[in-house]
């Protein structure tokens, strides 16, 4: 597709990169147009003939200290039919052997091949010390780089107990014995990493190994702004990563605009309660707005955080 990365994966694209994997927290957007973008995480969408439905931006990992279910939206959940994620989290044998071959290096290809000797050296290093496994295991040895540094990144920031927004869905869903399905399926969120040039992916990894912890402060100050339902401050913190390059076109803007005709097809049958990261919603080619192209009235349902 053309696409070129200006420079290295930021600690910050990392973690949200990382989303991609489990439907959900690319927490990305693009320039906003007039007026300003309102700030909810909670939409309700009407009109051109789809049943009253909900759509809500998840941060897929959070720690359980800040995990905050509002009113609005357990009433939401009681009264849509259907749960609609980026994944249906419904995970067959097909979708493991997906999972785990695209975490996975081409056959016959591992890390020693793709990385310098020093950079092997110091990776198999920090393994040892950090995690207690090495890149002598033939499995561990053939992971993907950007996989591995989403591994290191998520021991250092992630620590104590978290919460997923996904399976707290999920479960809520499943105990009103109501549907669960996704807008697309493992396979297609792993194409859009694979396309991250190799060289950016090492880049990346080597930003974990040698600097680890690096983006921890980032990451609690997402988990800040998710925490204020403050999509404008989301989106300035985004824009002013200057190493996010070309990558919103098909790590956001393709999906988002992959999902509307879908969206609008299951919501002719059914009331939808639509669950997906929140850098979703924002922006030109965000969801909200895409949405709104098509003639659909979406309303932000405004209420305060839980204390």
């Known amino acids: 597709m053309g696409i070129q990365f200006r420079s290295s994966i930021s600690p910050l694209i990392r973690f949200m990169l990382s989303a991609c994997l489990i439907g959900g927290t690319a927490l990305w957007s693009w320039a906003q147009p007039n007026p300003p973008q309102e700030n909810a995480l909670l ?3 009407k009109g051109k003939g789809i049943k009253k439905s909900y759509l809500y931006g998840t941060i897929h990992m959070i720690p359980r200290d800040d995990f905050f279910i509002l009113e609005a939206v ?10 609609v994620m980026e994944l249906s989290m419904n995970m067959g044998l097909s979708s493991i052997f997906s999972t785990f071959r695209g975490v996975m290096l081409p056959k016959g290809q591992s890390l020693k091949d793709v990385l310098s000797e020093a950079q092997y050296d110091r990776l198999d290093q920090m393994m040892k010390e950090n995690m207690g496994m090495d890149l002598g295991n033939p499995m561990m040895g053939r992971i993907k780089p950007f996989f591995l540094a989403q591994m290191l990144s998520g021991q250092d920031c992630q620590t104590g107990s978290q919460q997923s927004y996904e399976m707290y869905f999920k479960r809520r869903f499943k105990r009103m014995d109501k549907p669960v399905s996704g807008l697309e399926t493992v396979k297609e969120q792993l194409a859009a990493l694979d396309q991250i040039p190799m060289d950016v992916q090492i880049e990346s990894l080597m930003e974990a190994v040698d600097n680890p912890g690096q983006g921890c402060e980032v990451f609690q100050q997402m988990v800040e702004i998710y925490r204020n339902q403050d999509l404008t401050s989301m989106m ?5 990563d200057q190493q996010l390059g070309g990558s919103l076109d098909f790590l956001l803007k393709k999906r988002n605009e992959n999902w509307i ?13 639509i669950a997906v990261g929140a850098g979703h919603l924002g922006g030109e080619y965000g969801v909200v707005n ?15 955080t839980p204390q």
């Not at 300035?236 to 002013?240: A, D, I, T, Y």
């Open 43 to 45: 939409w309700e969408i």
């Open 74 to 83: 357990e009433a939401a959940m009681k009264k849509s039919d259907h749960l």
């Open 236 to 240: 300035e913190l985004m824009e002013g």
């Open 261 to 273: 005709p879908l969206i609008k097809e299951m919501g002719k049958k059914e009331k939808l309660f």
């Open 290 to 304: 895409l949405l709104r192209q098509q003639g659909f009235k979406l309303r932000p349902v405004l209420e305060p």
